[in-house]
Nanobody, 124 residues
Framework: QVQLVESGGGLVQAGGSLRLSCVASGRTFGNYAMGWFRQAPGKEREFVAAISWNGGSTSYADSVKGRFTISRDNAKNTVYLQMNSLKPDDTAVYYC?????????????????WGQGTQVTVSS
């Protein structure tokens, strides 16, 4: 069992930056690929970014490519999402997810564990 706790959300103006963190419980964090998803009001959950077990492979949604960066620190059981040049369309609840495989995945059904989410609001 893996428990995930996100933090770092908040209110920011368009063009600003935020860094989300997700801390995982358990001693096998390094065996898990991790992902970030988001869900805006009235919309379906969508993929944002993913990272392989050792950080050697990453994947991004086209909408965030060049603005967001996913990274991980296995010694701290933590995955990060650095978000720059934020836009009002980035407003959503952001969720961290984990899958017990080493390779990245871009669909929510491929993840077994989810955090409770953290709200990101970007004002225009």
């Amino acid at each position: 069992q893996v428990q995930l706790v996100e933090s770092g959300g908040g209110l920011v103006q368009a063009g600003g930056s935020l860094r989300l963190s997700c801390v995982a419980s358990g001693r096998t964090f390094g065996n898990y690929a991790m992902g970030w998803f988001r869900q805006a009001p009235g919309k379906e959950r969508e993929f944002v970014a993913a990272i392989s077990w050792n950080g050697g492979s990453t994947s991004y949604a086209d909408s965030v490519k060049g603005r967001f960066t996913i990274s991980r620190d296995n010694a701290k059981n933590t995955v990060y999402l650095q978000m720059n040049s934020l836009k009002p369309d980035d407003t959503a609840v952001y969720y961290c997810a984990a899958r017990p495989f080493i390779l990245v995945a871009t669909t929510g059904s491929e993840y077994d564990y989810w955090g409770q989410g953290t709200q990101v609001t970007v004002s225009s």
